[in-house]
């Protein structure tokens, strides 16, 4: 057994390797403020409701209580009781959770999509209708109703012999435009005093390079970065006014600030990702890396002739260690990313042995960049 990947692996690593670096060359580019961030107020809502699939060709919960239950009050509706203690046929039935994100600004009347997800043990929800039924918001109020059929994207097919063959989730279905907007979330932006522009990414030079095009495009003085994530701008009364300043604040060009110097390792899948603002300054760095081979022979022993005895196994292991030993690089000046990249080609190093370097010259103070491992 060798626990030292193969040359070709290897070499997929370094390749994946670079082009992962590479990405992180780019310099900021100017953006339009409304991709830095959103106005405060204006954001989507969770809706989340509790229903029944019906019209499933026996891939429904057969005996879960909850979707008995949800037969139960569905034929209520109708005026059909059904008598104490008799347990409905539910395998053509499923008890569902339907979740969706209501927009900003939605009116009643108009759709959304829904997504809806077997509670139970349903196998599959292709071909079922979701019978009507509300979303509730965090407040616990009904903020849409929920209706049609389903397109599932998934398959799941089972035989007698009890074998089954699965193509992605079958258990869980969307339907476009599927729920009815019935109440409106208020926003506030048109009562506030003023408006708040919130950026997606703390930076105190992106903030104030935000309100310096705010106050070049709209007045001196009508905006103000408040902190690291928020500029506060002044607004005129009235809601046509308002909109009519946020959509002209939406579609101005800003240079955001360039990131700070991070290198982001996932020490799970082995990706490392270096920005362009990452330097390293002089040192040398020696690593190796070790093999270890374990090799198992077993031996075959035969008993004596007629002395009634059993063949047996004996274990026979041979392990191996090889130091694998790499020669020394140096650093002599502060190196930008394209050297880093280039360094790490030439002396071959896979991602696992580069976190160990690039942990080791933090501790030197070598790299002055931020080192994340997720």
């Known amino acids: 057994m060798t626990l030292s ?14 082009i ?44 879960l209580e909850y979707a008995t239950l949800g037969v139960k009050g569905m034929t209520s509706r109708f ?33 959304m999509d829904v997504t809806v997800s077997a509670l139970g043990k349903a196998k599959s929800l292709r071909g079922g209708t979701l019978i009507l039924m ?19 994207g998934g398959l799941g097919i089972s035989a007698a012999d009890g074998s089954r063959l699965t193509v992605n989730i079958p258990s869980v279905g969307r339907i476009s435009g599927g729920a009815t907007i019935e109440r409106t979330v208020a926003t506030g932006f048109e009562s506030q005093p003023f408006l708040s522009f919130n950026l997606t990414d703390a930076d105190l030079t992106t903030s104030l390079r ?9 007045g001196t003085d009508m905006a103000i970065a ?19 300043l946020m959509g002209k604040i939406e579609n101005l060009i800003v240079k955001p600030a360039e990131a700070r110097a991070r290198i982001i390792v996932n020490a799970r899948t082995g990706t490392v990702v270096i920005n362009g603002a990452v330097r390293l300054g002089p040192a040398a760095v020696s690593h190796g890396s070790l093999t270890v081979r374990v090799e198992e022979n077993p031996t075959v022993i035969q008993p004596a002739p007629f002395s009634r005895g059993r063949t047996a196994t004996e274990p026979n292991s041979d392990i191996a260690l090889e130091d694998n030993g790499a020669p020394a690089f140096e650093i002599g000046r502060r190196a930008s990313l394209s050297e880093i990249v280039e360094t790490i080609n030439s002396i071959g190093v896979s991602p696992s042995d580069l976190t160990a370097i690039l942990e080791g010259l933090k501790q030197a103070g070598a790299l002055k960049a931020e080192l994340i491992i997720i």
Do not use: C, W
């Open 5 to 18: 990947p193969t040359p070709s692996r290897i070499i997929h690593l370094f390749a994946a390797l670079a």
């Open 20 to 63: 992962t670096l590479l990405i992180a060359i780019q310099p900021a580019q100017a953006e339009r403020i409304k991709d830095l961030g959103h106005f405060d107020g204006i954001r989507t809502n969770q809706l989340v409701g509790y229903g029944v699939v019906v019209g499933l060709a026996g891939t429904g919960d057969d005996s």
């Open 79 to 111: 005026g059909l009781a059904l008598p104490p203690g008799l347990n409905p046929a539910t395998k053509n039935a499923a008890a569902v959770m339907v979740t969706a994100e209501m927009p900003a600004f939605a009116k009643p009347g108009q759709r």
């Open 134 to 152: 509300p979303l509730y918001g965090a407040d616990q109020q009904i903020y849409a109703m929920a209706q049609g059929n389903l397109a599932v």
């Open 210 to 218: 935000v309100a310096e095009a705010i106050n070049e495009a709209v």
């Open 226 to 244: 408040s902190d690291a994530v928020t500029v506060r701008i002044v607004a005129p009364v009235g809601a046509q006014e308002r909109v009519m």
